[in-house]
């Protein structure tokens, strides 16, 4: 099973609809938050991806309909659990995000907030942030996630977009 994480889109759509049709057959696409918009336009253009589309709600989403927390079954016994990540950005976020993962069941956590690409391990979970899709702080390309679940384990990488992101100051 292959994962599309994406996060932060901003309202730049381009960036997000670029990073859809580079991995349109994966099996889950699902958005970290601060692209609301962005999302609904993605489902307009192309309706096929609504049943495996996951949202989550960010600190500049206005949905209240969107959640602001998923937890998600995955093959081969995994459980991912996505939040924005804003809520646990204090003291030892990544301590908070172990135990947000031991309090839902999942061994991932994909999170956005930060624009700034993540893939660690702690106490055994692992924590993953696809940076932004269109507005990345860490000075290189927009980028996105990968998370292909296999039955030894999970594959995390990044990808990046030769699409024109904007400065995070923009």
């Known amino acids: 099973m292959q994962i599309l994480v994406v996060s932060d889109s901003h309202g730049y759509y381009p960036c997000l609809r670029d990073a859809y049709l580079l991995h349109r057959d994966a099996d889950l696409i699902i958005h970290c938050g601060d692209g609301e918009n ?13 049943p495996r589309f996951h949202i ?3 600190n500049c989403d ?3 309909n969107i959640p602001k ?6 093959p081969y016994t995994h459980r ?3 939040v924005h990540g804003h809520e646990h950005m204090f003291g030892d976020f ?13 061994d991932i956590i994909a999170f956005g907030h930060l ?11 692992k924590i993953f942030n696809p940076g932004s899709v269109a507005k990345p702080r860490d000075t290189m390309s927009p980028s996105y996630g990968l998370i292909d679940v296999m039955p030894l384990g999970v594959l995390t990488s990044h990808g990046y977009l030769h699409s024109i992101g904007v400065p995070a100051d923009q």
């Open 38 to 50: 962005d999302a609904a336009e993605l489902l307009r253009e192309f309706p096929e991806a609504a």
């Open 56 to 58: 989550v709600r960010g």
């Open 62 to 64: 206005h949905d209240s």
């Open 69 to 74: 927390q998923i937890t998600l079954d995955l």
């Open 80 to 82: 991912i659990t996505v």
């Open 94 to 106: 990544m301590q908070n995000f172990v135990w947000l993962a031991r309090s839902t069941g999942a």
């Open 115 to 125: 624009h700034v690409k993540m893939d660690r391990r702690a106490d055994g979970i």
